[in-house]
C-alpha cells in the first residue's frame, strides 16, 4: 500500500515514548514527523493544541 503518513509525536508522552513514535515513523516509507510539545492526551486537548497540531495536521492534509 502506498499512502502519505504523518506520526505525530508527543515530547510529554507518558504512554508512547518519543523514541517508539521515532521508530514508526523510521518504518514508513516517506512519512512525516510531527513533534509537538504536550502529552498524549493533551496534545489533542489542550488550549496550545489548535495551533501545535490541529492546524499542522489540516496543513499536512490539504497538501494531499
Known amino acids: ?5 504523518l506520526v505525530a509525536v508527543s515530547e510529554a508522552d507518558r504512554l508512547v515514548p518519543v523514541a517508539s513514535a521515532q521508530a514508526l515513523a523510521a518504518q514508513i516509507t516517506g512519512a512525516e514527523l510531527l513533534t509537538v510539545r504536550q502529552g498524549h492526551i493533551g ?3 489542550s488550549r496550545s493544541a489548535p495551533q501545535d497540531l490541529w492546524r499542522k495536521l ?3 492534509l490539504h497538501k494531499a
Open 43 to 45: 496534545m489533542m486537548t
Open 58 to 60: 489540516a496543513d499536512w
Open 1 to 5: 500500500i502506498a499512502a502519505r503518513a
